[in-house]
């Protein structure tokens, strides 16, 4: 029994020194709790829960990170835009901290690597990378504090990404500006949205983008949402010089 408890041990060591080691150099310094990091990717599928039963999974951590990050990068805007008033500034924090932002610096970082569940990761959305990586910020906090966490996120956000002249021509929402140029030029405009599932069994929808009773777009997509934005967008690139010249 003995033999049996030591083995188990050194092996949970080695496991806690690959982990360690593989999120230092993410982070560019050392964790000292490691335990906030292995919550950060742990999610609620694991049905793992502290000693008064609380669940233990990301996403309390995901929400404390999300503050943290508007946090910084409004500092951060403030600091370097001292002539955009409250509007310019809400609106460049949101291109930066966006969601398809914070899916593609999870994706770059191939965070889903971490992930302990017992959903297959293939079954997990886009948004899976951009709710660790805000999880990933909240452990930061809690283990390093605020100077930490803001070194993090002006190394792997700010310096690499936030360009404050490319910012300002980046579309956050195609649906959003489509519908704020069709209300401007007096066009009705109806997203047609329905099922479509393929041969995969997958749920998927498709969507048919009329403007002015005339089909200008259509997409698929596994959430409706998604299915929009992307038929949006599709519409936007086909009336562009037009809404670009509103």
Not at 199 to 224: E, N, P
Request: net charge positive; with cysteine.
């Amino acid at each position: 029994m003995r033999i049996i408890r030591k083995i188990f041990k050194n092996s949970r060591s080695e496991e806690d020194g690959i982990f360690f080691n593989e999120i230092q150099k993410i982070l560019g310094f050392a964790p000292q709790n490691l335990e906030c990091y292995r919550r950060a990717f742990t999610h609620r599928s694991s049905n793992k829960t502290d000693s008064k039963g609380n669940p233990l999974n990301y996403e309390r951590l995901e929400f404390l990170g999300d503050a943290m990050l508007s946090s910084v990068i409004a500092a951060h805007l403030f600091n370097e835009v001292p002539t955009g008033d409250e509007g310019y500034l809400t609106k460049m924090r949101s291109k930066i901290v966006s969601r398809e932002h914070l899916n593609e610096l999870g994706r770059d970082l191939d965070l889903i690597r971490f992930i302990d569940s017992k959903v297959p990761t293939q079954h997990f959305g886009e948004n899976i990378h951009g709710n660790i990586f805000e999880a990933l910020v909240g452990a930061i906090y809690l283990d390093r504090g605020y100077v930490y966490c803001e070194k993090f996120i002006r190394k792997r956000v700010i310096v690499p990404y936030v360009d404050i002249s490319r910012l300002e021509g980046k579309i956050t929402s195609y649906k959003s500006l489509l519908i704020e140029w069709c209300q401007k030029e007096k066009k009705v405009f109806n997203y047609d949205v329905f099922e479509d599932n393929g041969a995969d069994g997958q749920k998927h929808f498709g969507v048919k983008l009329s403007i002015d009773k005339k089909v200008v777009a259509k997409a698929r997509a596994t959430s409706k949402k998604k299915a929009e934005e992307i038929a949006s967008k599709r519409a936007y690139f086909a009336f562009q010089e037009r809404i670009d010249n509103k």
